[in-house]
């Protein structure tokens, strides 16, 4: 199965893909994650693509595009079924992902549109930890470690991202709200958009998803 997560920031993309990881052993591509290693790593596009992840903006199509396509031709794992998350972000983006997709003739499944209300954004966003080491998210009060600040599965430290602060998430929104409408538009007009509540559980979103699968007998065909 071939996935990709739309929905704002905080709807719990993220999230969602870890349930679908475990579930359905489906490869969690993540642009963010990628994006964030190549800065870890300090390599030329992670020198490059600092400036706009620090402010909230997009960092520029050709970036991502060129991560992606790398990923999805080159990586393996990716054969048997993935998600990709926070990716794509704009028409472009969704346009040239149909282009790779062509090529290898694998054609996306569903683009599954997370809607979620903005109270409950802000209060996710504000409170989300991260695992450095092996990226498990946490929330402090929806879902804090057992340990202040300690990763449940690998005791690395749980950290706070630098963009999750009050004023970046605000540009995120805004940035969300200016490019959105086109990316869910492109997906519903080929009749691939299923939209989930994002404000529920995420075990309740994910127990919808499995229905819609089933349905469609999605997973007799791959
Ligand atoms: P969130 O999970 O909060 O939506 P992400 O981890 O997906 O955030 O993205 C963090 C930042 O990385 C974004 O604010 C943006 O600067 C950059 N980014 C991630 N994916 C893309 C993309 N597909 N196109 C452009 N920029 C992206
Ligand atoms: P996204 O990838 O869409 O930006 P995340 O999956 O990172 O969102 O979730 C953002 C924050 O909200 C995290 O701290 C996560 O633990 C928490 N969270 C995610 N989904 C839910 C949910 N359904 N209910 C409560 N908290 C959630
Ligand atoms: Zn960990």
Do not use: W
Not at 59 to 79: A, H, M, N, Q, W
Not at 102 to 123: C, N
Request: hydrophobic content about 35%; overall charge positive; proline content about 4%.
């Amino acid at each position: 199965m071939r996935l990709v997560l739309l929905g704002p920031p905080g709807a719990g993309k993220g999230t969602l893909a870890a349930l679908l990881k475990e579930g359905l052993g489906l490869v969690h591509i993540s642009t963010g994650d990628m994006l964030r290693e190549e800065m870890k790593k300090e390599t030329a596009t992670g020198r490059e693509v600092k400036k706009f992840i620090e402010k909230g903006e997009l960092v520029p199509d050709e970036f991502v595009i060129r991560l992606i396509e790398k990923k999805l031709t080159s990586d393996k794992r990716v054969g048997h079924g993935y998600m990709l998350d926070g990716f794509p972000r704009t028409r472009k983006q969704a346009e040239d992902l149909d282009r790779i997709l062509g090529q290898i003739r694998q054609p996306l499944d569903y683009a599954l549109y997370m809607e979620s209300t903005l109270p409950v954004i802000i209060q996710r966003l504000g409170g989300r930890r991260v695992c450095r080491n092996c990226g498990t998210l946490y929330h402090i009060r929806n879902k804090p470690p057992k340990k202040e600040k300690v990763c449940d599965l690998c005791g690395a430290e749980v950290y706070q991202r630098a963009d999750d602060n009050e004023a970046t998430i605000r540009t995120r929104m805004d940035v969300y709200l200016k490019n959105t409408r086109s990316v869910i538009d492109y997906y519903n007009a080929q009749g691939k958009l299923k939209k989930l509540d994002g404000d529920k559980d995420s075990e309740e979103v994910q127990a919808v998803l499995m229905q819609i699968f089933h349905e469609d007998h999605k997973f007799n065909k791959h």
